[in-house]
């Protein structure tokens, strides 16, 4: 009953996204992105925000399919909330990430996603300006991993230090 879901699909070349699109079919909202040739959303470009931390919106989720996992993601959500505007959580992790590359919301963190999840957006983050790493690095695409995103540097680096620091330093599967 909640009209927030995605169809995503990426095109891969040399092991990493280089198109993706994702589409919301109950909003018929599609974004799109292809290396090289920016960020798109209903065909007209989009950009990550400028916003600061303290006015940003954070979108999260606590491991809804790993719950051992839940508790340091409450405590990372603990952590950025004062720091934050507010958080949000609307239930698509691709829908998620593209309301941050088209600067409706300004960081994103899960602790676990699969490459379907993710990789679609991350053409549309990138290309609209938006940083993103994992814990240990690079994002991959070959299996579950972190995504920690932000609109700028200098957010990423806020939340990447709380998230680091509440799973000490390294993925914990």
Not at 102 to 129: N, T
Not at 132 to 148: H, K, L, Q, T, Y
Not at 151 to 165: A, G, I
Request: hydrophobic share 40%.
């Amino acid at each position: 009953g909640i009209p927030i879901v995605a169809v995503s699909v990426a095109l891969f070349k040399d092991g990493q996204p280089h198109a993706g699109f994702v589409y919301n079919p109950f909003t018929d909202t599609m974004y799109h992105a292809v290396k090289g040739q920016g960020a798109y959303r209903d065909g007209e470009r989009i950009s990550v925000s400028n916003r600061p931390l303290e006015l940003g919106i954070m979108c999260t989720a606590w491991c809804a399919y790993e719950k051992r996992l839940a508790p340091p993601c409450f405590r990372v959500s603990e952590r950025m909330h004062p720091l934050c505007n507010d958080i949000r959580r609307t239930g698509s992790a691709a829908v998620e990430l593209c309301m941050l590359a088209e600067g409706a919301a300004d960081l994103y963190f899960e602790i676990r996603l699969s490459p379907w999840d993710h990789a679609a957006a991350m053409v549309c983050l990138a290309e609209a300006g938006g940083v993103a790493c994992a814990i240990e690095g690079d994002i991959v695409f070959d299996r579950p991993c972190p995504v920690i995103a932000a609109n700028n540097r200098t957010n990423l680096d806020v939340l990447y230090n709380v998230v680091r620091e509440e799973f000490d330093g390294r993925t914990p599967y």
